[in-house]
């Protein structure tokens, strides 16, 4: 069964620091576009930052450019989002989903991020 999971997120004072897991059942991470989205409360599902396998490249939302890190353990088939220097506004649900099929069609549960003091 392809699943993906997600881990780590919490409630954190502006300034702090998060890492969100995202584990992979079913299939080889290495093989796929994996991403990073968020959805804040009435607003749209936003794609923060992605890792494309075929050529190594990652990409960053401007709003998370030098905050926000990708990174990966593929012996683990888990990606990480390491979230540094937060803000209020990153209050949000976090995702990771895989990229197949050309769209984005398998979703994890989500982990809430909450940045308040």
């Known amino acids: 069964q392809v699943q993906l999971v997600e881990s780590g997120g919490g409630l954190v004072q502006p300034g702090g620091s998060l890492r969100l897991s995202c584990a992979a059942s079913g299939f080889t991470l290495d093989h796929y576009v994996i991403g990073w989205f968020r959805q804040a409360p009435g607003k749209e599902r936003k794609r923060l930052s992605c890792f494309n396998s075929n050529d190594g490249s990652i990409y960053y939302a401007d709003s998370v450019k030098g905050r926000f890190t990708f990174s990966r353990d593929s012996a683990n088939d888990t990606v990480y989002l390491q979230m540094n220097a937060l803000k209020p506004e990153d209050t949000a649900v976090y995702y990771c989903?895989?990229?197949?099929?050309?769209?984005?069609?398998?979703w994890g549960q989500g982990t809430q991020v909450t940045v308040s003091s």
């Open positions: 989903a895989r990229f197949s099929s050309n769209r984005w069609n398998t």
